[in-house]
Each structure stands twice: as structure tokens, then as C-alpha cells.
């Protein structure tokens, strides 16, 4: 476990915590209005790798080398020249800081980072963190790489769970939940949305999706799976034979269909590495496999069965009821395009002409509700 201090005055600035991976989800913005839950677990934080946040640098300004030297092989918004590394917590795991109200940024609802960091170390006033709880945000806290510093702490650390701890655990995370608007939470039941956590996970899952189609058709299974993908592969991919097909496994699961060409596994939640089938006993062709976060892969190999209601009519005298089935979400499930196109362009196979026109041409599908 680690405790992070500020790196002008050694004052700490968080409980202890513990690594995970970062979410797929942790830069999404999602919806119009609404209002997020906190990003990361009590008690944990996670490491963005890449650059983030202010200053910004547009796509014209940028030499193509240098960008492909950072991992992004396909023209984006802008480059960010901030420092690497910034790490994000649970607002409530920050200690000895103080929020600094006028920079808020162009948020409307709160803050959302966009003047830079916005809170201070409470003993010397070094510039820290970036709180952020704007509307269609996760609210997390980003400690800023160069203000900061980690320092192993003694205590009872979590350790590394495997993969049948998880399985035991169970841990995942439900495809639709209600999401209030801001600053009416008694409105959440009004209506029910696709988790956010799904359509972000399905944008990233989709880019690998298209690096492992080579420009053919995919199927995926029926179910929630094919609800998730199906629509967008038929649509950016050219119909009929010869199809890939694509197929859930991961751990607890049974042994690979060899006839599969793309598999749908887990990353662990932990370490963000992706699950690797045990290798045949015959020499069978690799199969590409696509990462899901382990919260959404498990309800989609494990999902839980609606318990049975009255087919109409008021429930029988003497019958009691206190879990009523998830309402249904009537809305098609729509892809997270930025965290689609946020992958797909740091996959180098991107470079390919028919994935380049894909990406190029992105927008014009979201008109139609793909994404």
C-alpha cells in the first residue's frame, strides 16, 4: 500500500491505498446532465499512463512521428503536454488539501479540470490535484505526477487476487442502472440507462473487435453480446462469407471453441492484464483475444436469471415481493465512440487503409445511433 505526499513539504495527501488497473471508463463523459457515481473503490488508485489535461496541442501542430513515439497512430482532437502519469482516487481518500472554487474550469455543474489543478496542499499551498464532479463525469480526484510523490506505507494490503477469487467474489456490474440528473437525485428511478461502465467497456472491446475482424464480417453470440456489438460490426464491416466469429471464455469457462477466431476475455480488475486460454494439446491457429473489464465479462457469461413474476394481473393474495425485476432500458444500446475512437487510434493496426477510413469517417454514424 501506498500513502502520496506533496513533493514540496512531504505533507500526505490520501489514506493508504492500493493499485488497481484504470478503468475503461475513467476519462468518459457520459449522457447530458447526469450525474455520475465516484470513479474509483475507496481505499484504491490507479496510474494514467499517457499525458492528460492542460496544455492541449492540436492535431496541426503535431508532427505524425512524434505521435506515433507516443502510441497514438491516427490524427485526434489535440495532444496533451502535461506531465505523464497522473494518478486518480476517491475524493474521499484525499488528505490536507483545500478545493480552490475559482478553478472550476467551463464546467456548468462543478468542476471539470480544464483550468488545471484546482486543489492545494493545505501546509505550503502547492498546486496538487484536479477535483472533478461536473455533470456527465465521474467524480474522482487526479493527483498531479509532478506535485506528488508515492511512499510505501506498512499495513494489511489487499494482495492479488487470482482468477477464481474473482469468480468467487462475483463482482460485476449490472447492464443498466438508474442515473439521476444533477442535483435531483430523487429522480433516478424515472428512468433506467445502459450502465456506463458497458458502453465504455463495448467501445474499447469494439476497436480490438475490427483489428481482429482483418475486414471481414463477425458474428458474436446471441444474447446481450450480439445486443452489444452486432449492430456496429455489421455496420462498419462488409456482409457475408467469409465470417469470424467471436465467442466469450475466459476462467470457469469451458475449453476454447476451435472454430472460434476472436475470443472475448477478461482483464483482471487488479492488473489489467488480459486472461490467456491454456494451450490446446493440438496445435490449433491463435485466436485474437479481445479484452472486456472483468465486471462486464462476468454478467455476460454468468447472467442472472429474472425470477418469475405473474404473466398479468395483481400478484396473488399472499405473496410478497421485494425484488422486482431490472426495468428494461428501451433505448438501443449505443457504443461510446470516444472511447471507441480512443483506442482504436493507439492500436497500431489503425495504419490500414480500410481501418483508417473507419476512423476518419466515424462521425457520420452517429447520426444513426451506432454509436
Known amino acids: 500500500m501506498f500513502v502520496f505526499v506533496c513533493v514540496r513539504c512531504g505533507t500526505e495527501l490520501t489514506a493508504p491505498l492500493s493499485q488497481v488497473a484504470l478503468p475503461a471508463h475513467a476519462r468518459q463523459q457520459y449522457g447530458n446532465g447526469l450525474q455520475l457515481p465516484v470513479l474509483m473503490a475507496s481505499g484504491t488508485f490507479a496510474v494514467e499512463l499517457e499525458p492528460w489535461g492542460p496544455p492541449w496541442r492540436r492535431w496541426e501542430e503535431t508532427d505524425p512521428d512524434e505521435a506515433a513515439a507516443r502510441g497514438i497512430y491516427a490524427p485526434v482532437h489535440a495532444l496533451s503536454d502535461s506531465a505523464p502519469g497522473a494518478v486518480v482516487i476517491a475524493p474521499g481518500d484525499t488528505r490536507g488539501t483545500v478545493l480552490i472554487p475559482e478553478r472550476r474550469g467551463s464546467a456548468c455543474c462543478g468542476f471539470d479540470g480544464g483550468d488545471g489543478p484546482n486543489t492545494a496542499c493545505a501546509a505550503c499551498g502547492l498546486l496538487v490535484a484536479s477535483r472533478i464532479d461536473d455533470c456527465s463525469l465521474w467524480q474522482a480526484v487526479w493527483l498531479a505526477p509532478n506535485a506528488v510523490r508515492r511512499l510505501p506505507v506498512e499495513g494489511a494490503d489487499t494482495g492479488l487476487l487470482s482468477w477464481a477469487d474473482l469468480l468467487?467474489?462475483?463482482?460485476?456490474?449490472?447492464?443498466?442502472?438508474?442515473?439521476?440528473?444533477?442535483?435531483?437525485?430523487?429522480?433516478?428511478?424515472?428512468?433506467?440507462?445502459?450502465?456506463?461502465?458497458?458502453?465504455?467497456?463495448?467501445?474499447?472491446?469494439?476497436?480490438?473487435?475490427?483489428v481482429a475482424s482483418q475486414g471481414r464480417a463477425v458474428a458474436v453470440q446471441d444474447g446481450l453480446t450480439a445486443k452489444m456489438f452486432q449492430h456496429a460490426l455489421d455496420t462498419l464491416l462488409p456482409a457475408g462469407p467469409p465470417t469470424r466469429r467471436a465467442v466469450l471464455t475466459g476462467p470457469g469457462q469451458p475449453a476454447r471453441d476451435t472454430d472460434a477466431d476472436i475470443l472475448l476475455v477478461p482483464s483482471h480488475p487488479q492488473t489489467g492484464t488480459t486472461w490467456t486460454p491454456t494451450a490446446p494439446a493440438a496445435p490449433t491457429a491463435p485466436a485474437y483475444l479481445v479484452p472486456l473489464p472483468f465486471g462486464v465479462w462476468l454478467p455476460l457469461v454468468s447472467p442472472e436469471p429474472q425470477l418469475p413474476v405473474p404473466a398479468s394481473g395483481p400478484i396473488p393474495d399472499g405473496v410478497l415481493r421485494d425484488d422486482p425485476p431490472t426495468p428494461n432500458v428501451h433505448d438501443a444500446f449505443r457504443i461510446d465512440w470516444t472511447v471507441f475512437q480512443r483506442t482504436l487510434t493507439r492500436l497500431p493496426a489503425v495504419r490500414t487503409p480500410w481501418l483508417r477510413e473507419i476512423h476518419d469517417n466515424l462521425t457520420q454514424h452517429i447520426p444513426t445511433g451506432l454509436l
Open 168 to 210: 468467487a467474489e462475483g463482482a460485476g456490474v449490472p447492464p443498466s442502472e438508474p442515473i439521476a440528473p444533477w442535483g435531483q437525485p430523487f429522480r433516478a428511478s424515472d428512468r433506467w440507462h445502459w450502465s456506463p461502465q458497458w458502453v465504455a467497456a463495448a467501445g474499447q472491446a469494439l476497436a480490438h473487435l475490427l
